[in-house]
């Protein structure tokens, strides 16, 4: 978890003399607990140069003096001192929770509703990019939002191609209205997350699935990106639910066209009674990634903490449930700023379904 915090005097004075014994910025951050950034920007506001008396030369160096004195002016006339006024607990709020929970500024009104924080002022999000584009947050800028800080080009579609195969099941055109319109809940979309291109050779992935009304995710790492392998990741979370919960909760999946899901039957039928079904596929279009716009929505999130390139051999269980956690709690716009989490158990607690 990344730690951001505004520092004391006090703080400062301790950075001038751990300096002076020798120790690294690394070292620092964790003696102070706080991200190892706090603690270069807090160099940088306080640099300046001093003359070596038996060399004479310049050398740069740390003054907490010059520092605090930088920092009292930023809050005075340069810091979000504008419509926020001088709510700095406010200011502080939306710096650190933007840092430390890596959400947007639409989140944070999200995250203040949940907690039942109460400001003096009141601000838009509108203002709040504003004021981080303008550079008058001490800690925060524009690189550590999500997407930088850049809205996300609606998708294009494009010509449909001819597939490489035919699909393993019925079209995503078979799907009912309720299951297009997110009326009924149950309906889910599938996809698998890889390393990408680089030097990172492993097989290993992800697989995840979005609730289409609820939004809410479920991420499972699986060894290979196999019909079969995906098949057994869907067999362990049934037997883990039970046939009748399974059913209730997972009405359809919607999977795009790769090898991964081709073994629909088998992803259909029940591995508790091959009798009876368990759930229906669907397959997108060929090339048609926004027909399951939740899941390559939320799989962009889940690339905000394992981005392109990492070996997902070595990310652990406990990992990949942190990420999960933080996807099915992160406010949603969409809900009133209600987490994925809160929405889905909602639809659990109607069916009379306990987990």
């Not at 800690?139 to 609606?154: D, M, V, Y």
């Not at 009912?176 to 097989?203: A, I, L, M, N």
């Not at 699986?222 to 098949?231: D, L, Q, S, Y």
């Not at 869907?234 to 999977?255: H, M, N, P, W, Y």
Request: hydrophobic share 30%; proline share 4%; charged share 30%.
């Amino acid at each position: 978890m990344r730690r951001f915090k505004h520092l004391t005097w006090t703080d400062r004075l301790r950075i001038e003399k751990w300096l002076n014994e020798g120790m690294k910025p690394k070292d620092i951050a964790s003696k102070l607990r706080v991200h190892i950034s706090t603690v270069y920007n807090e160099l940088h506001r306080g640099e300046y140069q001093r003359l070596v008396g038996d060399t004479w030369e310049f050398v740069s160096a740390y003054s907490p003096d010059i520092a605090e004195q930088k920092y009292q002016a930023h809050l005075r006339d340069k810091g979000p001192a504008l419509k926020i006024g001088k709510d700095h607990e406010l200011a502080n709020y939306i710096e650190t929770t933007i840092l430390n929970k890596e959400c947007s500024p639409a989140a944070v009104f999200g995250y203040a509703q949940q907690e039942g924080k109460q400001f003096k002022t009141s601000v838009s999000v509108q203002t709040v990019y504003h004021y981080i584009k303008k550079g008058l947050f001490l800690n925060l800028t524009q690189e550590e939002l999500p997407r930088h800080g850049k809205h996300k080009q609606a998708y294009k579609k494009v010509c449909k191609k001819e597939a490489a195969r035919a699909p393993a099941g019925e079209s995503i055109e078979q799907r009912p209205p309720e299951v297009k319109e997110r009326q009924e809940f149950g309906h889910w979309e599938g996809d698998t997350v890889y390393s990408g291109k680089g030097k990172v050779k492993t097989t290993c992935a992800l697989f995840t699935m979005t609730e289409r009304k609820t939004r809410n995710e479920i991420i499972i790492g699986v060894p290979n990106r196999k019909a079969e392998t995906i098949v057994k990741a869907v067999d362990a979370l049934e037997r883990k639910l039970g046939a009748r919960k399974f059913r209730l909760i997972f009405k359809s999946i919607t999977f795009d066209n790769g090898t991964e899901f081709a073994a629909a039957d088998m992803l259909e039928r029940s591995c508790i009674n091959k009798t009876i079904p368990r759930t229906k596929v669907y397959f997108c279009h060929p090339y048609s990634s926004w027909e399951r716009g939740s899941n390559e929505h939320v799989n962009g999130m889940i690339r905000r903490k394992h981005p392109k390139g990492t070996d997902f051999s070595k990310v652990s269980k406990e990992q990949l449930a942190e990420t999960e956690k933080w996807i099915n709690e992160y406010p949603r716009k969409i809900f009133g700023y209600k987490s994925s989490a809160i929405m889905f158990q909602q639809c659990l607690n109607e069916l009379g379904i306990a987990m």
